[in-house]
């Protein structure tokens, strides 16, 4: 070798070990290292947190010291609570809000400082989620500087031990321990307890003991890590029945003495509880002495959810006027028949706004899954897995500035990543919601497929968009899934929240396949009705249904259909995830996330073109027959020169004004929804076979708002006739109105078995070649139309 050479290469190892040398003194080892924490209280509790975490991650358990011992450390402590032997660094700036905390790396030291014990805990939090951890191998860059507080206060997720949750009937303290640490890593500030029973009672066979002491428990656990504890505390109907509201109230006050801490009693003004605000305020007030005797600095919050407007208007008059002292705040929660805006109006500024946002159901709910399918409505159903990341962080950012923060309204696990990125964007509205989703999966499913398990999540969100014939993402998203499988460690694939997103993905390419073949068989059987001309109606019917029992051999899914039952098992012994309404389940209701059950609810419309048949076959008159099936097979059709429109359907209804974007305005107050209503009974688990697909679906407005269809380049010199047909689960009575000016009918409200109903259009509202339609709401909840026909008259 040449001296040029050797000297050349010399310099490239050289050069190479002191380019190593440098990229692993960028980051602390901190495999061998001790806790430096106080080994009592909440600081204590953080300091075990943190460590267990670690060790479940890494397998390397780290050691709590109370004091300083020479090796590699980390200091956990409050700026006024510095272990002994312990000095912070000069440069540490540590917010002097309330929950802020500091992390900094100073030589070979790692020092995590709250302002408040409180804060010490979201430092551990925010810790795992800047560490490298692996097994056997923990690691922090040099770099890292965190100085933060929240921005919020209010940061609380619902996690009540009640029949209703499809989870947590069947926790014990343990699990909730665990989950309340995992909340915290995202800065989740308590838990809102919900009590309903009478001491002594269970309402769910699954549960291990009363609710009554499991709120118990749950408060001094809560306490010992220094979290808030909000209670969800209906009244029942005032004046209904003196005696049980007396007993009710000798409930209360006992409960309020045996609780451990409460800091925020929430008593909702409707759903449940249906009080005019006259007699529930006074009664509140009572309420707040009482509590006030044992927590003299719990708020007292009160929501207006489904009052009407005069009952409304009535409320926050009297806090207006009255400005009551024992009053916290105000609750702004699903079903309220204003914005959230408006409150913060009518509401003085003394009094806080806490939200209260449905975060765990995605149909009939305060923020439905924009733009979904019907069929995927009626069968992920209500509360269904559902980790939507973008409509979250809209939901929550969009209104955020005028609230305190919220507490989530959750009934169950289903939601899980949306706990995660409601408690994280709380804390700062600004955090970048790809970080956030990628942390947890890197936390949860280990550091080398955050990024993959974070897009699959974004999958499984768009799953939920537009029509699912066409969704070419669901077949992705279970390969996505399943590759994550291949990457994790065996523990991992066997954890819950594993389990629970590949269940999702698996059910949305199952109903998916299931779909394709379900449509398949009804094309197959309109073409056979298309026939009836010259085979006549009994043969006709004869051979669409023959198409239509086709589904019942479908056996492409089995395994997939398997491989769902094994993981619900998996899922019902290891977290209590509860997927049918039958045992060993016993989830609440079939739209409580029963996958189990939606596996064969009909995705065509055999159930009501069979009952259609039937009516046919009833009739004596064969032409009449021959006439009705040529209704069914023709029924979307408007005819030359018309129009139809499936109002419930997003991908068919270019005639509607939608009145504001979901992008600026994710809730459902003043803007046009679809709605779907519930076709599976909860009761029988049957669905009714009176429904079309499409007459499921509709148009929403709530609360007075009107439902506007607006149609251009009609023919000037033609008549038209509407057909139509208006339903939703409301029945409301509605009535509809032309350009404004011309009636088309008075107050009406839906009557089964549904039908279309038309009415003629007036020639001056059509004679300028446009038409505006637009519904009002004379009575009830909402106005909801699910089909309407502009006919063209011949």
């Not at 389940?585 to 009952?611: M, Q, S």
């Amino acid at each position: 070798m040449s001296l040029r050479r050797m000297v050349t290469a010399t310099a490239m190892v050289f050069s190479t070990l002191i380019g190593t040398a440098c990229i692993a003194d960028e980051n602390l080892d901190l495999g061998q290292t001790v806790l430096i924490s106080p080994v009592e209280g909440p600081i204590g509790k953080a300091a075990d947190f943190l460590s267990d975490e670690v060790h479940a991650r890494t397998g390397i358990r780290w050691y709590i010291r109370d004091h300083f011992d020479g090796a590699t450390k980390l200091v956990l402590c409050t700026v006024d609570d510095v272990p002994k032997g312990v000095t912070l660094p000069t440069d540490l700036k540590v917010p002097e809000a309330a929950e802020g905390f500091a992390i900094a790396v100073k030589g070979d030291t790692v020092f995590l400082v709250g302002r408040d014990p409180r804060g010490v805990l979201y430092a551990a939090g925010r810790l795992l989620r800047e560490m490298e951890l692996r097994p056997r191998k923990i690691s922090l860059p040099r770099s890292t500087q965190v100085s933060t507080s929240p921005k919020y206060p209010m940061r609380v997720h619902q996690l009540g031990y009640r029949n209703s949750a499809t989870s947590y009937d069947l926790w014990t303290e343990e699990n909730y321990e665990q989950y309340l640490r995992e909340l915290a890593i995202f800065g989740c500030s308590g838990a809102e307890l919900i009590q309903e029973s009478p001491p002594g009672e269970k309402d769910s066979v699954l549960m291990a003991e009363p609710q009554w002491d499991m709120n118990l428990r749950l408060g001094r656990l809560l306490n010992d890590y220094d979290l808030d504890v909000f209670m969800w505390y209906p009244v029942p109907i005032l004046g209904d029945d003196q005696e049980k509201y007396d007993r009710e109230i000798g409930y209360r006050e006992r409960f309020f003495e045996e609780m451990p801490r409460i800091d925020h009693l929430f008593v909702p003004g409707g759903d449940p509880g249906n009080n005019h605000p006259k007699v529930l305020m006074p009664a509140l007030e009572q309420m707040a002495k009482t509590l006030h005797k044992r927590f003299p600095d719990a708020g007292v919050f009160v929501s207006n959810q489904k009052m009407i407007p005069e009952w409304t208007e009535w409320m926050f008059n009297y806090i207006r006027e009255e400005q009551p002292k024992w009053l916290g705040g105000y609750v702004y929660g699903p079903g309220t028949k204003h914005s959230i805006m408006d409150a913060r109006k009518w509401l003085p500024e003394q009094y806080q706004i806490r939200r209260y946002p449905d975060i765990t159901h995605n149909v009939r709910c305060q923020f439905p899954v924009p733009h979904w399918d019907g069929r995927m409505a009626q069968t992920v159903g209500r509360e269904g897995v559902n980790p939507r990341p973008g409509h979250n962080q809209l939901a929550h950012n969009t209104y955020a500035e005028y609230s305190s923060g919220f507490g989530s309204y959750s009934d169950g696990i289903n939601d899980d990543l949306n706990k995660m990125i409601w408690s994280a964007l709380a804390w700062d509205p600004n955090t970048d919601i790809h970080e956030i989703v990628v942390d947890y999966g890197r936390l949860f499913f280990g550091e080398d497929v955050g990024q993959d398990v974070a897009d699959g999540l974004w999958m499984l969100q768009e799953n939920m968009t537009g029509d699912l014939l066409e969704n070419e993402t669901v077949p992705k998203t279970l390969a996505q899934w399943r590759a994550i499988g291949e990457k994790v460690s065996p523990q991992v694939r066997k954890s819950w929240r594993y389990q629970m997103y590949l269940m999702r993905a698996l059910f949305d390419q199952y109903t998916r396949e299931r779909y394709l073949d379900e449509m398949k068989h009804e094309k197959a059987a309109y073409a056979a009705l298309a026939k009836a001309p010259q085979v006549g109606a009994a043969k006709a019917i004869a051979a669409a249904k023959k198409e239509l029992s086709q589904a019942d051999h479908y056996q492409k899914g089995d395994s997939l259909r398997q491989e769902m039952a094994e993981l619900a098992d998996d899922m019902f012994h290891s977290i209590g995830y509860q997927y049918s309404v039958k045992p060993p389940y016993f989830t609440r209701n079939p739209e409580r996330g029963a996958l189990l059950d939606a596996l064969d609810v009909p995705l065509n419309d055999r159930p009501w073109l069979e009952d259609q048949f039937q009516q046919i076959l009833e009739l004596e008159d064969s032409q009449e027959q021959l006439q009705r099936i040529d209704y069914l097979v023709n029924w979307e059709d408007p005819g030359p020169g018309g129009f139809y429109d499936d109002l419930g359907d997003p991908e068919r209804q270019p005639h509607v004004d939608h009145l504001s974007t979901y992008e600026d305005n994710p809730s459902r107050i003043d803007r046009m929804t679809e709605a779907h209503y519930r076709w599976v009974n909860n009761d029988t688990i049957q669905v009714d076979p009176r429904f079309r697909y499409s007459m499921l679906s509709s148009a929403q407005t709530l609360h007075g708002a009107p439902l506007i269809m607006r149609y251009e380049g009609l023919d000037q010199d033609a008549e038209y006739k509407l057909r139509v047909i208006e339903f939703g689960r409301f029945g409301a009575s509605i009535d509809l109105v032309a350009d404004d000016k011309y009636p088309i009918h008075g107050p009406l409200r839906p009557t089964l078995p549904l039908a279309p109903v038309e009415y003629d259009i007036p020639q001056q509202a059509t004679a300028d070649g446009k038409l505006e339609l637009k519904w009002g709401l004379v009575e009830g909840r909402g106005t909801q139309v699910a089909e309407v026909w502009l006919i063209k008259k011949k």
